[in-house]
């Protein structure tokens, strides 16, 4: 995790009122709007990966266009009710490797066009 960046948590985040008077910093999240079961299905789908053989962050190599097209697959079995895997389970999951790996590749791009730029 080291690296991530987490908005809006700093001393300076904008002051917000409650409704009963109480205040915070406001935030940029809401955690509490989650489903519970999703995030779940996710850390059971990389535990499954893990019992299966996959090394740690395997997926991290995979191109988020792999990760796209998988996530379809399992999202189209889940629709057909197919019951030979946890299909939902590895839709939600290839859709969180595929957020990751995309944003990924675009930072790279971004970085490597901003050298260019640069003449470097």
Avoid at 19 to 27: E, L, R
Wanted: hydrophobic letters at 40%; aromatic letters at 10%; proline letters at 2%.
């Amino acid at each position: 995790m080291k690296g991530l960046k987490v908005e809006g948590v700093t001393p300076d985040a904008r002051v917000v009122t409650n409704a009963n008077g109480g205040q915070q910093s406001d935030t940029a999240y809401a955690f509490h709007l989650v489903d519970w079961d999703a995030f779940l299905a996710v850390a059971k789908r990389l535990k499954y990966g893990l019992e299966r053989g996959y090394e740690r962050d395997n997926w991290k190599k995979i191109p988020a266009e792999e990760h796209f097209n998988h996530m379809l697959i399992h999202a189209i079995a889940a629709m057909a009710e197919d019951p030979t895997d946890d299909h939902l389970g590895a839709m939600m999951c290839r859709a969180m490797m595929f957020y990751s790996t995309l944003k990924q590749e675009q930072e790279r791009r971004n970085y490597e066009k901003s050298l260019e730029k640069l003449g470097i």
